[in-house]
């Protein structure tokens, strides 16, 4: 029988994480994994000044970037050996730069799962590509290993379309949640209307769901939806990710990146 597939990005620091995390979304979703180990291409290494380097100097550069590369492929292969998401697992090594592997990849699979503890650092560019680039939802493993997902689902619901994205991309594991609350921050007649909405139209999709207004407070919206979150003891978060810029991935709307920095529990995206 055939069944969708889940791409896993691993990494060394992360990779049992996101591969539990994937390993667990594959249940919900009768999915395969594909754990996925990108290697950086030697030739991206060489700096635009290139010319200025004697031969050897290239070479060296390129081999050190290539043995690097091999290093973190044994290193996330023992990992996934270790614990595989999955009877029906692959695990795949690819050459390339990171953003450019996760668009093409992740447009041939049903869903992206990456590790978030790169954003701190600044490098959002694979959630990014896989937000952005590849029309499929993401969903970002926070650093510690989960013990479930979907069982406790809060949505962070606002009347847009990456939002309505996000939370009909959710639906399968809405299906099998013990509570869903659908979370908006607003004290207007507008708000209300648009959660009565989202919440008859789950309904009819044979999600029920509890709903809840929040009132602002001058802050900022995403941590009041946060506290909400922790309040239900969420296991799984649904939201739209929305983006500032086209032109850079890496660069998001201000509670997009809020959420990647401060991600404590699995976070399912959708743009």
Request: hydrophobic fraction near 50%; aromatic fraction near 4%; glycine fraction near 8%.
């Amino acid at each position: 029988m055939s069944l969708p597939v889940i791409l896993a990005l691993v990494d060394p620091a992360n990779g049992a994480a996101t591969l539990k995390l994937a390993g667990l979304a594959s249940d919900i979703l009768n999915a395969a994994v594909d754990a996925i180990v990108i290697k950086p291409d030697p030739r991206d290494s060489i700096p635009a000044i290139a010319e200025a380097m004697t031969g050897d100097m290239i070479t060296q550069i390129m081999a050190s970037t290539e043995a690097a590369g091999a290093e973190r492929a044994v290193a996330v292969r023992a990992l996934y050996d270790a614990a595989p998401p999955g009877k029906t697992a692959a695990f795949i090594e690819v050459v390339g730069r990171e953003d450019f592997v996760i668009a093409s990849e992740g447009r041939a699979r049903a869903l992206t799962v990456l590790p978030s503890s790169d954003t701190r650092d600044g490098d959002t560019l694979a959630i990014g590509a896989a937000l952005f680039e590849t029309g499929r939802p993401a969903l970002i493993a926070p650093p510690q290993a989960v013990e479930s997902v979907g069982k406790r689902v809060a949505i962070f619901w606002k009347d847009s379309k990456e939002a309505a994205a996000a939370v009909w991309a959710s639906v399968p594991f809405l299906r099998q949640a013990e509570l869903v609350k659908v979370l908006t921050v607003g004290d207007d007649a507008m708000s209300a209307a648009s959660l009565e909405r989202i919440g008859a139209g789950l309904l009819r999709a044979g999600v029920i769901t509890e709903r809840e207004m929040i009132s602002p407070k001058g802050g900022i919206d995403t941590d009041l939806l946060v506290d909400a979150a922790t309040s239900m003891d969420a296991d799984l978060i649904v939201m739209g990710a929305y983006s500032r810029s086209r032109i850079r991935e890496q660069i998001f709307g201000g509670v997009t990146q809020d959420m990647l920095e401060t991600l404590a529990r699995p976070v399912l995206m959708s743009h």
